[in-house]
């Protein structure tokens, strides 16, 4: 069972356009809310991250908006650039028994054309 | 600042055999977490070790064992491997104390079973 469901498999945006990701989760329990980004090769790389206490967060060209009664979240990126072309995955977690467990989404890869 | 630092890069084994990873925390860090990565696919939790006890657990057999240290280094050991657990294996690091949340992954180890 995907506890994290994530949306587009794969976009592909023009240079300068906005990107938008989507992820869906149903465990209320979940608090924490953070976006990797992942490149051939690589580890994912923490991007942004959000709390349920607020519905929008935004660093630099990347926002995150999300709507706890929906149980949805989102990532914008704004003015794309071809360095973006990346796979992103977006997480939830919560607090268990003095652990920490994270699940992802399956990613979508990125495209961005110059 | 080094950052999460893991070995071997890379791994060929065959089915049956034992594999052992290794995992270094980034500096200040308390807690390592292990993940498997299946091509095209996102993260999955397999462990995640504080105060060298595993406090959580995902769903992985009981092939998956791991160990910390008291400097807070991490193993991850898999037995009798199969076919199916060849992936690229994530460590990620976190400080339990502060923000808790934030997990750092270093570049992964790629296993692949013959």
């Known amino acids: 069972q995907q506890q994290v469901k994530q949306s587009p498999q794969s976009l592909i945006v023009q240079k300068g356009g906005i990107s938008i990701i989507n992820c869906a989760y149903e465990?209320?329990?979940?608090?924490?809310f953070p976006w990797y980004q992942q490149f051939p090769g690589k580890g994912p790389a923490l991007l942004i991250a959000?709390?349920?206490?607020?519905s929008e967060k935004k660093e630099g060209r990347f926002t995150i908006s999300f709507n706890k009664s929906a149980k949805q979240f989102s990532l914008h990126i704004m003015d794309s650039q071809p360095g973006d072309s990346a796979t992103y995955f977006c997480?939830?977690?919560?607090?268990?028994?003095?652990?920490?467990?994270?699940?992802f989404g399956t990613g979508t890869s990125l495209t961005v054309i110059p | 600042d080094a950052g999460v630092t893991q070995s071997p890069t890379h791994l060929i084994k065959t089915r049956g055999q034992q594999v052992t990873l290794r995992c270094s925390p980034k500096?200040?860090?308390?807690?390592v977490s292990w993940y498997q990565q299946a091509l095209g696919q996102g993260p999955q939790f397999i462990f995640q070790?504080?105060?060298?006890?595993?406090?959580q657990r995902g769903n992985f057999p009981d092939r998956f064992s791991g160990h910390q240290f008291p400097n807070y280094s991490s193993e991850l050991n898999v037995n009798a491997l199969l076919l199916g657990d060849s992936a690229l294996y994530l460590c990620?690091?976190?400080?339990?104390?502060?923000?808790?949340?934030?997990?750092?992954f270093g570049p992964g180890t790629r296993l692949t079973v013959l």
């Open positions: 997480a939830a977690s919560t607090l268990l028994q003095g652990g920490n467990q994270f699940y």
């Open positions: 465990n209320t329990a979940f608090d924490y």
């Open positions: 959000i709390r349920p206490d607020v």
């Open positions: 500096s200040g860090h308390d807690t």
């Open positions: 990620a690091s976190s400080l339990r104390g502060g923000s808790f949340r934030e997990q750092f």
């Open positions: 070790y504080y105060e060298e006890e595993e406090r």
